[in-house]
């Protein structure tokens, strides 16, 4: 299995609350990423990472923001955690050929926002 | 996903049926994944497609990619109860990949 590793593993918040969820990866893969999983929505792309500092928005960016300071660590942050924002939130990694390979994911992070 | 369709929502079968996941596409498909979950766990990566007409196999689940590139199918033969979870096609749409919203599949022993 790949080495991610996604903390923490369960979640719970308060309304209005920031919330900061990590992703850890010991493959040195250039891309990562962060879905959520949501009941009728399948998997939604929120932000990805194609290289240290170097980010970009997904399908469902709203409300959320990302860091990548070192290749290995991929921070998904809510500044303001809302009801909404109640899903479970998978990381994920890619090798260097992009396009051409798979997606590795993590066990996933379930964050509740009371 | 919008731009993958997967059928059925899903599958209930008796062990040591055939089944089969659709999952089509309004374009052409550069790069077709198949992922499989199990209930509070990660997508787990099955196979990957990349040609037309390309058929790949692994233990009792067989993936093709149809020739116009707009379609896959996964099969499973003789299913057990290990093969149930929910299934997922993931394609690379635009600069990342999207999936289909997954098909869960129960198998009764």
């Known amino acids: 299995d790949a080495g991610i590793t996604q903390s923490p593993r369960h979640k719970v918040t308060e309304t209005g609350t920031p919330v900061t969820l990590r992703c850890h990866q010991t493959e040195n893969h250039r891309y990562m990423y962060w879905y959520r999983q949501d009941p009728g929505h399948g998997l939604r792309l929120i932000h990805y990472s194609y290289g240290v500092k170097d980010t970009d928005k997904g399908e469902v960016s709203d409300g959320y923001s990302v860091s990548r300071s070192k290749t290995e660590d991929f921070l998904l942050t809510l500044e303001s955690a809302t009801s909404s924002q109640t899903s479970v939130y998978f990381c994920?990694?890619?090798?260097?050929?992009?396009?051409?390979?798979?997606?590795?994911f993590g066990n996933g992070t379930r964050l509740t926002v009371t | 996903s919008q731009e993958l369709e997967q059928s059925p929502q899903s599958l209930i079968v008796q062990e040591g049926k055939n089944l089969t996941i659709n999952c089509t596409s309004s374009k052409t498909l550069y790069g077709l994944y198949w992922y499989k979950q199990k209930y509070g766990e990660g997508l787990i990566f099955l196979m990957m497609l990349q040609k037309g007409g390309e058929e790949k196999s692994h233990e009792k689940i067989t993936a093709k990619l149809d020739e116009k590139k707009q379609q896959s199918s996964l099969h499973i033969t003789a299913s057990q109860p290990s093969h149930a979870g929910i299934y997922l096609c993931?394609?690379?749409?635009?600069?990342?990949?999207?999936f289909g919203a997954g098909t869960r599949l129960t198998v009764k022993p």
């Open positions: 994920a990694i890619r090798g260097d050929r992009g396009s051409n390979s798979p997606l590795h």
């Open positions: 993931g394609a690379d749409i635009s600069t990342d990949m999207r």
